[in-house]
């Protein structure tokens, strides 16, 4: 089994010049392969074509990408990959700098990765099976004192530039708190540090736009499809976390996960937070 390729072969290192080193030029995307199966495989490379545009750099081949990805998934069936394309390394040091070269051929990162904890189990595992509607689990998470700064032409895409999640999640170490909430600096909630939002009230799920800042993530994607008459994206305001009914966060890898506490906001794992996990697992 190899667990990295770097552009096709067994390596688990780059160039030290490469961009994506140097200057987080780049965008990578987190796959979660189940039973064999790469999930939502084109709307990750939908997003990562769309971020290659708005960067400038050269579309990999999804063709290529999917033999990589295959090959390094072989003898995994349950497993995470990630994917990251850099502008790659300049065939000069006179290309040495911020400004993008055109000598240079873009860097493919294909890997696979271990499932974290908890997600060898059954999906339903965070919800009581007998009363799905009061179960006590779920996520304790908290407000991030970072703020989120707004650039339009970076909101949506993945990029190589996480310091600000960096410094948000270096916030706490509370086994206890698994996630971290987001705002932008205008107050308005954005995302977790890793994983999108939605706050569910009268059965209509709300996620704040994303025109602004974050990441648009492909479960949030898939979901504001699935669900697209109950959902609604718009600006979301502090004060409307402690009036929602229902929260749950989402990401590609660890999918639905309810949430049962915001600091000292705590909430119920309803009904609407249960068929979005059950419309999830028929996926």
């Not at 349950?78 to 040091?93: F, Y």
């Not at 700064?149 to 509370?174: C, F, S, Y």
């Not at 994303?210 to 008459?229: H, S, T």
Request: charged residues 25%.
């Amino acid at each position: 089994m190899h667990d990295c390729l770097v552009n096709g072969e067994i390596s688990d290192s780059v160039n030290a010049a490469d961009r994506g080193l140097n200057y987080g030029d780049g965008l990578f995307e987190t796959l979660r392969v189940r039973g064999g199966q790469v999930r939502f495989w084109q709307a990750h490379m939908d997003r990562l074509e769309l971020g290659c545009r708005r960067l400038g750099i050269e579309r990999p081949d999804q063709a290529v990408l999917l033999r990589e990805v295959h090959t390094v998934i072989a003898g995994r069936p349950d497993c995470v990959v990630k994917i990251v394309v850099t502008r790659g390394v300049p065939d000069s040091l006179v290309s040495r700098g911020y400004a993008p070269p055109k000598d240079c051929a873009i860097t493919r990162i294909v890997s696979a990765h271990l499932l974290p904890p908890g997600l060898d189990t059954d999906i339903e595992g965070v919800l009581n099976p007998d009363d799905r509607s009061h179960s006590p689990a779920g996520l304790h998470v908290r407000l991030c004192e970072l703020r989120l700064a707004k650039q339009p032409t970076l909101a949506g895409i993945k990029h190589l530039n996480r310091l600000e999640q960096v410094m948000a999640r270096a916030e706490w170490d509370e086994p206890a708190i698994s996630e971290g909430i987001l705002l932008d600096e205008d107050g308005y909630v954005v995302c977790g540090t890793a994983s999108n939002i939605f706050l569910v009230s009268s059965a209509q799920m709300l996620t704040p736009r994303l025109d602004r800042c974050g990441v648009r993530g492909i479960m949030r994607g898939e979901i504001l499809k699935a669900f697209a008459p109950r959902c609604e994206q718009r600006r979301i305001t502090l004060d409307m976390l402690p009036e929602a009914e229902e929260v749950f966060l989402c990401n590609s890898v660890r999918g639905i996960m309810p949430v049962s506490r915001i600091d000292d906001w705590r909430y119920r794992l309803g009904p609407v937070t249960a068929e979005v996990r059950e419309w999830l697992d028929k996926q």
